[in-house]
């Protein structure tokens, strides 16, 4: 994750893992999303020309897949997902077609899994700060060993490197009182 202009940028690969899709239709999914804007370019792009994707990006890319689930055509599931986040490219008759063929079912359907989705991500969350405030206590306690000598008996020796290293005398030349 990426900070740009106050706004929390993810990469590629960091949205692949929060939208349920393979590479190659993530790919897809972007490719034509950038083709129906104005500029061809509807996702921001660093100075590499890599595409960046917003926490709005994501959303929008998750609706597409809820939508794409629920049996509509691609570039229909598109223009009302761009609908549904504000871009002014798509028109009104364009989600008005979009949604001809869509039952309320159905979009009750995808209501109930991004509803679901966004319940998994609470539970994570809730996993994790119970995780987080069990490490913190014993990170401490850690620190305060670390801090505290372990015992008195212990003796550390420090070897001032002034001084030549005295070197152990083999098996024979402690026998035969020989140097080395």
Do not use: C, W
């Amino acid at each position: 994750m990426k900070d740009i202009e106050g706004k929390e940028m993810f990469t590629f690969s960091e949205v692949l893992e929060k939208v349920d899709l393979s590479e190659s239709a993530l790919r897809k999914y972007v490719s034509l999303i950038d083709k129906q804007s104005p500029d061809g370019k509807y996702f921001y792009r660093n100075k590499k020309n890599h595409r960046l994707y917003s926490l709005t990006d994501i959303t929008l890319l998750q609706q597409l897949v809820a939508l794409k689930s629920t049996g509509i055509t691609l570039d229909n599931a598109i223009n009302q997902a761009l609908f549904s986040v504000g871009y002014s490219s798509v028109t009104v008759e364009d989600t008005e077609e979009a949604v001809s063929g869509v039952t309320l079912q159905s979009i009750m359907s995808v209501v109930y899994k991004q509803v679901k989705i966004m319940e998994k991500q609470a539970n994570n969350i809730e996993r994790l700060e119970t995780l987080v405030e069990k490490l913190l206590p014993a990170e401490e306690e850690k620190n305060n060993q670390l801090d505290t000598p372990a015992d008195n008996k212990t003796k550390i020796e420090f070897v001032d490197p002034s001084e030549p290293a005295q070197v152990k005398k083999g098996f024979f030349s402690r026998l035969f009182n020989k140097k080395e």
